[in-house]
């Protein structure tokens, strides 16, 4: 604990002090990872990892879902204990046997998951477990001061009295990070924290990310976004299969070389391109008009024709989800909805599911799986009523063939059709999620975020399956906050902006500069 402690600086009254004199100079690692390795049973999750954390640098941690980046971080947060290797802070030996220990030594982290109490207040979030006290009772008029004082500094526009349960995902993000900054810290871990965030929202935490390296801090950042890592990285270590691969500087590296090292292969092309090219024929498989919902979106008309596949952008708090989940039986908007010529009355979920239509919906740990339950459960829980049940009991046969199929087609990499899918990688959940609704073989699908959160790797393998749904004639709306990602995967773009469709284009020769001008509302429609 000694170790710990003289690792540790004392902790200043400002919510983000200076740098002090702590012991490291500006090119020795504050952080020294020598031959960390983690196994857990016969599996040996990562291998022999040595990396360097060094004072005012952000450190990019890179690699597909799987090869061991989260573990990895776990460690340093004192969640798990390495099988074998060493840490060494300002070059002395220590050990965090408890995430208590971590937090002393100075590591902060923040988790991709949220881990916010719905029913308290912003303020009480932050400072959760370390509240301002005075006389041992909470000191609530200091909680709120201080929150709001960090909440300037860092540029996060949330009212610390607000309850977590109204704010928005992005906000509710923002204030993950908040919390992690609550306690001073020399590291700070943050694992896709752009996940939940707007282009300016993610503006607000790189801003914050230089206010952090301008105070000598270190930060240990992984993302899946190829043009953010770019943007703020100074170092970039590779993990592949659960093995170090190497550091590489910034400046003397480039996107197409970092994607080989991770994938181990060369990815010529991120987004796959059609076999042939997308011909819309006369008579649209949807057509939504006028469609409103008070509070929600308002006079929203579009349509998709068979085999198209139609984007959706905007900026945080467009209105985009609740277009879905309407179009999915989620609400009771107003307007008129028309499958083949014919309207549809989308009350419920299960009146879109007989209508043809499926939805991957944005958050796929709380809305599209059960993750205690195995891959087969999954897999084959929105179809087996209609093509795998007798008597309401499932036919295993179904249950095997359905999922060998799923594993197969979307290249899910688990050890078998009955691993818990709460133990899989987070591109591998959003594969099942996928499996779960093609076995319907639906006639219109609606992915809403659907690579959120997923390496390069699986990526590619979601939009070579996005392609071949529609070349086979699947209508697809596709909601991306990645814009481009929507140019590039949508034949036509639909804009939104404060609740409705603003423009809609054909994404031929269009710029990111024009669709940013319509969703930020620079131009007018």
């Known amino acids: 604990m000694n170790a710990r402690a003289d690792a540790r600086r004392a902790v200043p009254a400002s919510p983000l002090p200076p740098a002090g004199a702590s012991g490291a100079s500006p090119v020795a690692p504050l952080l020294e990872l ?13 291998k022999d990892v040595s990396l360097k954390l060094r004072r005012g640098r952000v450190h990019t941690l890179l690699g597909e879902n799987g090869a061991g980046k989260s573990t990895l971080m776990k460690i340093l947060a004192g969640v798990y204990q390495p099988t074998r290797g060493e840490l060494l802070m300002n070059g002395t030996p220590v050990s965090f046997s408890r995430p208590a220990d971590a937090q002393q030594a100075g590591v902060s982290i923040i988790y991709q ?14 400072f959760a477990g370390h509240e301002p006290r005075r006389f041992g009772i909470v000191d609530f008029r200091q909680l709120m001061r201080r929150t709001r004082e960090l909440l300037d500094e860092l540029g996060i526009p949330v009212d610390p009295a607000a309850p977590v349960s109204r704010l928005s995902m992005a906000q509710r993000q923002l204030v993950e990070i908040a919390k992690a900054l609550s306690r001073d810290a020399d590291i700070v871990i943050m694992d896709e924290p752009t996940s939940s965030l707007s282009d300016r929202d993610a503006d607000v935490l790189f801003d914050i990310v230089m206010k952090l390296k301008a105070r000598g801090k270190a930060i240990v950042y992984i993302s899946h976004r190829m043009d953010e890592i770019m943007r703020i990285s100074d170092d970039i270590s590779v993990m592949r299969d659960g093995r170090y691969i190497t550091t590489e500087d910034k400046a003397g590296t480039t996107i197409g070389a970092l994607i080989a090292l991770m994938v181990g292969r060369e990815m010529n092309d991120v987004y796959p391109r059609r076999a042939t090219p997308f011909v819309r024929g006369d008579a649209p498989l949807l057509d939504v008009r006028n469609l409103t919902l008070d509070g929600k979106f308002h006079d929203i008309s579009f349509d998709v024709h068979p085999g ?21 039986g989620i609400g009771r908007p107003q307007g008129d909805v028309v499958m083949h010529g014919k309207r549809v009355k989308l009350r419920s979920p299960e009146n879109a599911i007989s209508a043809g239509i499926a939805y ?31 008597f309401g009991i499932l036919r295993s046969r179904f249950d095997d063939d359905e999922t060998a199929a799923a594993i197969t087609q979307m290249n899910i990499k688990a050890h078998g059709p009955y691993q818990r ?56 709306v596709l909601v991306s906050s990645e814009l481009p990602e929507a140019l590039a995967m949508s034949d036509r773009l639909a804009v939104m902006r404060e609740k409705r469709i603003v423009k809609q284009f054909d994404t031929a020769g269009l710029t990111p500069e024009t669709v940013m001008s319509y969703a930020t509302g620079a131009m007018q429609s």
């Open 34 to 46: 020598r031959g960390i390795a983690k196994s857990f049973g016969p599996v040996e999750a990562i």
């Open 113 to 126: 998951e949220l881990s916010l109490a719905a029913n308290l207040s912003v303020a009480e979030n932050i």
């Open 308 to 328: 198209e596949i139609v984007g959706f952008f905007g900026l945080i708090g467009a209105g985009r989800s609740d277009v879905m989940n309407a179009l999915f």
């Open 360 to 390: 991957v919906t944005e958050d796929r740990k709380h809305q599209g799986l059960v993750l205690m339950h195995s891959i087969a459960q999954n897999v084959t829980m929105a179809s087996f009523e209609r093509k795998g049940s007798r």
């Open 421 to 476: 899918v709460g133990d899989l990688s987070g591109g591998n959940q959003q594969k099942v999620v996928f499996s779960k609704w093609l076995a319907l073989k639906p006639k219109l699908l609606i992915l809403d975020e659907p690579t959120r959160g997923v390496d390069v790797g699986a990526k590619f393998e979601i939009y070579r399956v996005i392609r071949e749904l529609a070349a086979a004639g699947t209508a697809i």
